[in-house]
């Protein structure tokens, strides 16, 4: 059974930057899909980034609009562990942060093409 433990959220102020990092145990998952969504009180959970295998070390990444040339997903199969960095961090980018993974090699933007969850971080950014 996967599980996924995030951490690394936090209270930043707004333009400051946080690295969430997800941990993945029970099984490796240098060839599933993964991603980070995030949910905002009162509102749907919300794609933000996602990377799968394609072959050998290649990896592919996509990124919502809303976070583009701010957060970078990447990976250290090594250590079993999905990272986010988020620069330029914005007070609307508060939320709960979650990681997902997938026994997929799809691209694959919506939280019900994911099958393993972690307990989400929160980071909150203020104004």
């Not at 919300?46 to 919502?64: C, G, K």
Request: net charge positive.
């Amino acid at each position: 059974q996967v599980q996924l433990v995030e951490s690394g959220g936090g209270l930043v102020q707004a333009g400051g930057s946080l690295r969430l990092s997800c941990a993945a145990s029970g099984h490796t998952l240098s060839n599933y899909a993964m991603a980070w969504f995030r949910q905002a009180p009162g509102k749907e959970r919300e794609f933000v980034a996602t990377t799968r295998w394609i072959a050998s070390n290649t990896y592919e990444a996509a990124s919502a609009d809303s976070v583009k040339g701010r957060f970078t997903i990447s990976r250290d199969n090594a250590k079993n562990t999905l990272y986010l960095q988020m620069n330029s961090l914005k007070p609307e980018d508060t939320a709960v942060y979650y990681c997902a993974a997938s026994n997929t090699r799809q691209i694959i933007r919506t939280p019900n093409g994911y099958d393993y969850w972690g307990q989400g971080t929160q980071v909150t950014v203020s104004s």
